[in-house]
């Protein structure tokens, strides 16, 4: 895929839990290969849901949505492994698995897409280090501060290198000067060409990446200037 | 980076926390392969001695001439003699001796019972082939124009009762031992259904990682596998051990019957084979449920 082609594509789309109201309703937009995304809202506006469709553990009740290219609403399950493994998510709870070490924590989507043993050692310890963890890769998520699980499920991940980064709220338990670091790290995988989204209420945040663009979510549906059908997220004003 | 997607490796068996998939699972295996073993074992022996009554009694017959007189039995008990080893469908013919007879009398007419006055009747084995087995009516007809005093006495007919209750109890063995499997294969779905409940956040991560179905299965399967075949070792070893005293208590009676249920090398390897082919149903049973679960998540 070239760099800016679309990367994410949403036609209509609609999202309702059971028989209650549409949590989500006529998204349309088109995220390209490469971009920096911030998706902002007010609790409940549905960030989490919409982000829940990004990674896959949800299909859209109506609408089109197509990721990679191709259209994950009507795609057989068996072939969505296959999807999952090119998108990295950090979990708003962090999702940690708690009888596991912070470094196999970490290496997990290595593991999942087949990297031997012996090809796992090297970068899931520089990544580790890479955010401040190196001390702690036997460390069971219990004894890790929130802070520090955060940044293990960050570098989870960002592990495989994705070709899309989905993030909630992934600095919300870390000090100012931790936060600086992870977005360094998302802007260094966006760079090399990962797209990235990340939720968040935090604009100072949003701020800091000069060349990223925002989709604002209110009450389930994208508000100017997020734009209307097809229209590309305007960038965010700095 | 592998292209596709490879099997979770021996690290990856930590994926599912350590201990047993649930803890009274390989006991609770343990007393199903215990019980499985022994009415296999019970059926098995059972189908030896079936085999053994028939090697006795199959395709025999006893031909007795019965007349008060001594002399008359004796010309008959010659002339059937004679005719028997004639006829085509007779494989053998052997009059009983006097000493077999006194021996086989002796138990209930003591030692001078058999030099009393009693009318012994005159004996003799024969062994038919299928065919003439078949057709003993015909052979009643021929002996009873030599020897109008001859009664011919077929074995498997007295043997009917006890050849039917030992076909019985076989079939009630081969029954237990299908309800033993079904209700292993019953605890291996509840186990497996429980531990999915148990280990749901890891495998929705798994999931949403990119596992597949088959890979999240293999790590339950693995699991089950290895409780299962404790369970089954367990099961065996405790089983063969009753099957080794029972034996030898069956050898201290001396009985003929009892004594042809011993368990041939044949059968104890179908013993032994009992808990790998539980392993391998606790395998497929735990894949397929587990694979049925994933496949309502999306």
């Known amino acids: ?238 | 980076m592998k292209a596709g997607v490879r099997k979770f490796g021996t690290a990856d068996a930590r994926l599912l926390p350590e201990g047993r998939l649930s803890g009274p699972m390989p006991w609770v295996i343990a007393i199903m392969m215990f019980l499985t073993v022994l009415a296999a074992a019970a059926g098995l022996g059972l189908g030896t001695a079936a085999a053994s009554l028939d090697d006795t009694t199959g395709n025999r017959a006893t031909v007795q001439i019965v007349d008060a007189n001594p002399d008359r039995r004796e010309a008959q008990a010659r002339e059937a003699l004679a005719l028997l080893q004639r006829l085509p469908g007779v494989t053998s013919a052997r009059r009983v001796p006097a000493e077999e007879m006194d021996e086989l009398l002796e138990p209930w007419l003591g030692p001078s019972g058999a030099e009393s006055d009693l009318p012994i009747p005159a004996m003799i084995d024969i062994d038919l082939t299928p065919q003439a087995y078949g057709e003993m009516d015909s052979l009643r007809a021929a002996l009873a124009d030599v020897a109008p005093a001859a009664r011919v006495d077929d074995n498997a007919q007295w043997l009917a009762p006890l050849a039917g209750l030992i076909g019985s109890l076989q079939w009630l063995a081969g029954g237990l031992v299908l309800l033993m499997i079904g209700a292993t294969a019953a605890t291996v779905v509840l186990a497996a259904r429980a531990s999915l409940d148990i280990h749901r956040g890891t495998i929705e991560v798994l999931h949403l990682m990119g596992a597949t179905d088959v890979q999240v299965a293999r790590l339950f399967q693995r699991r089950i596998a290895l409780d299962a075949l404790f369970g089954g070792a367990v099961g065996l070893i405790a089983a063969g051990a009753i099957l080794l005293v029972i034996g030898n208590r069956i050898g201290a009676l001396g009985s003929d019957l009892l004594g042809s249920a011993g368990l041939p090398p044949l059968s104890w390897a179908i013993l032994v084979a009992l808990p790998v082919f539980g392993v391998l149903l606790a395998m497929v049973v735990a894949r397929a449920t587990v694979i049925r679960a994933l496949g309502r998540m999306l």
């Open chain 1, 1 to 238: 895929m070239n760099s800016g082609a679309s990367i994410v594509q949403f036609d209509n789309v609609g999202l309702r839990y059971g028989t209650g109201a549409e949590t989500l309703s006529d998204l349309s937009f088109s995220l390209r290969q490469g971009g920096f995304y911030f998706l902002t809202g007010p609790s409940g506006a549905g960030k989490t849901s919409l982000l829940k469709l990004l990674y896959l553990a949800q299909r859209p009740s109506r609408g089109l949505i197509k990721l990679f290219g191709e259209d994950i609403v009507t795609m057989p399950r068996g072939r969505l492994p296959g999807f999952r493994r090119r998108i990295g998510v950090v979990f708003q709870d962090f999702r940690l698995v708690s009888h596991l070490s912070a470094f196999d924590n970490v290496a997990l989507p290595l593991r999942v897409a087949g990297v031997e043993e012996s090809d796992l050692q090297t970068p899931v310890s520089e990544m580790l280090s890479w955010v401040g963890l190196g001390h702690r890769a036997t460390a069971r998520p219990a004894t890790l501060s929130g802070g520090e699980q955060q940044r293990v499920a960050i570098a989870r991940a960002v592990i495989a290198r994705p070709e899309l980064l989905v993030a909630d709220e992934p600095t919300g338990n870390v000090d100012p000067e931790m936060a600086k670091r992870l977005l360094h790290l998302f802007d260094g995988l966006n760079k090399l060409g990962t797209t990235i989204v990340v939720a968040t209420h935090d604009l100072h945040l949003i701020s800091s990446i000069a060349r990223s663009e925002m989709l604002r979510l209110d009450r389930g549906q994208l508000l100017d200037p997020t734009g209307a059908l097809r229209h590309p997220p305007k960038r965010a004003e700095a």
